[in-house]
């Protein structure tokens, strides 16, 4: 995966009368027309599709993402349960395709925020009412957030500093960009002993028999 | 020391490894189901790095997402778009690579994943499945840990047959009593998401138990582990019980006589022991459950189908205010009217939720001898081949023709309209399928979630009801 450790730049509030927006599912960021692919890259054309286009396919101007301040927003503030849904990995790939590296929001869906974690995408987790002054301020003349992952902060336009809470273990991997598979590999004897063991307990388990 | 739940007693029995820093386990996986959609990048990812698959006999790939629901046999001719084209090619190449076993489209053994799975026996209590689709939790009504990944771990499973997991929290929900007539698993399961909310499961196993529960056959434990992610828990579980056994013997990858003795006598530890410690428990009166659908554009906005629209002015909640606001929209519907009859021009029976033999019997016998409506397209989508073979050794498949539905070959289809299965704007449409978000079943289509044999009912009245 790709390191994450700090990073300054654009945050884009995506609202919802006011508040910002909950439970964007995985269709919503992405919908099903772009899975198609082959690929991780290029599916920025699919973020937000419907939100960002109008039926008859012109651009919809309202929407964050279009609008000029925010089109190379890097963080994304959103409201609570972002990503139920489907388990597509394309929701963070189109997110990084899109260039943005950070999503806060009060709570996430369990597999996007695994996802993110897997593409070097930091979810943030703050209170709704931290999110929403946050959502407020983004929507300001001064949108220029910074996140740093050692001291686990978020730092608004005005100089304040939200601290928020990270798993230890997905900290560090994230801290280093840790290929996940070779350093898994690195147990690979425990593996092979964990196979012994279940080829002796479990023996209807091996298509063989 | 507090006894252990079923799903502790599945995480111990898989764990490889514990890394005492991060909390992180290497979880042993025993099938790794895959298809055309979310394995591409995996692969690619596993040829660039120089890996192997660690064991191809402990994976089964299926071709389910985008292919056509009729002429099949005409293979990767009669698919007409090239992009999915591409991705069922890919996958025919990799699996060819890596040496899986694959049931390609066309093949009498090829459906939908989580349909495929438990058919041929490769579903057993107290397994570990997973497989890049949210809707993995299915197999859990088999007491098999089940759930979906994405895909850097579909490759991560592939290269080393196991999982980087956190233990997650352990959540009863308790059904007691029996459903009432007619009222079914869907609705039960649509019950619940209504009662918990779409997130009330995140970071948990949800334990389904109770008396209504041990009472539903195997299709409909199914059904509701199916439903258990749209409770936003990622796997749900049914401890294994004599049901279990009966739906498992004989299948094609069941153990043989010998081994199912030894196997049998595991699987009936396979339960929560009664001092068990729970993080959460909900209770449900399953006698008080009433045939159920959805209004809006989220699962948990679930009503009775004798009830009304919400008025948002009436909701507390600003953030559910807001989301019934931007649903009742969506949805085309006014503030606090019944549901019932309101028109459909569309109904989909099928999806990983509801496409089984008991399904499409439901659906029959609602169509026998009645016409769909004019104006209304019905579809029916067999869950696999095989299921599709048995409906029509049933004779199900021309009771549905002759009362005027569409018969069609397996897939995905209309359930998330990857084919050319799609809603056009502003159709609304009866389904049986597992999720009503905006655009899902086609941009502006409207979604309405519930039970075969309701969607029937819409088909050959023409409304909800």
Known sequence: ?209 | MAGKTLYDKIWDAHVVHTDAASGESLLYIDLHLIHEVTTPQAFDGLKTAGRKVRRPDLTLAVADHNTPTEKQALGMAGVTDPEARNQLETLTRNVAEYGIEYFPMGDIRNGIVHVVGPEQGRTQPGMTIVCGDSHTSTHGAFGALAHGIGTSEVEHVLATQTLRARKMGNFAVEVSGRLQDGVTAKDLALHIIGLIGTAGGTGHVIEFRGEAIEALSMEGRMTLCNLAIEGGARAGLIAPDEKTLDYMKGRPASPKAGAWEVAETYWKTLNSDDDAAWDHVVHVDGGAVEPTITWGTSPEQAIPVSGKTPVPEEIADPVKRAAAERALDYMGLEPGVPIAGTPVQRVFIGSCTNSRIEDLRAAAAIAKGNKVVDGVRAMVVPGSGLVRAQAEAEGLDIVLMEAGFEWREPGCSMCLGMNPDILSPGERCASTSNRNFEGRQGRGGRTHLMSPALAARAAITGVIG
């Not at chain 1, 919802?16 to 992405?30: A, F, L, Q, R, Y």
């Not at chain 1, 692919?37 to 309202?62: I, M, V």
């Not at chain 1, 190379?72 to 349960?81: D, F, P, T």
């Not at chain 1, 790939?93 to 996802?115: E, K, M, R």
């Open chain 1, 1 to 209: 995966m790709k390191a994450f450790r700090t990073l300054t730049g654009t945050a884009a509030p995506l609202m919802e009368k006011g508040k910002p927006m909950s439970n964007v599912d995985t269709d919503m960021i992405i919908p099903k027309q772009f899975l198609k692919t082959t690929t991780r890259t290029g599916l920025s054309k699919g973020l937000f599709h419907e939100l960002k286009t109008n039926a008859d396919g012109s651009e919809n101007p309202d929407f964050v993402l279009n609008k000029p301040q925010y089109a190379k927003a890097s963080i994304l503030i959103v409201g609570e349960n972002f990503g139920c849904g489907s388990s597509r990995e394309h929701a963070p790939w189109a997110l990084l395709d899109q260039g943005i590296t950070c999503v806060i929001a009060p709570s996430f869906a369990d597999i996007f925020h695994n996802n993110c974690y897997k593409n070097g995408i930091l979810p943030v987790r703050l209170p709704v009412d931290v999110c929403e002054q946050l959502a407020a301020q983004a929507g300001g003349a001064n949108h220029v957030f910074t996140i740093d992952l050692e001291s686990q902060t978020v730092t608004t336009p005005d100089g304040a500093q939200h601290h928020f809470d990270v798993d230890r273990g997905r900290k560090s991997n994230l801290l280093e960009g840790l290929d996940e598979i070779g350093a898994s590999l690195t147990s690979a004897d425990e593996i092979s002993e964990f196979e012994t063991k279940r080829r002796l307990m479990t023996p209807w388990l091996e298509p063989a028999n």
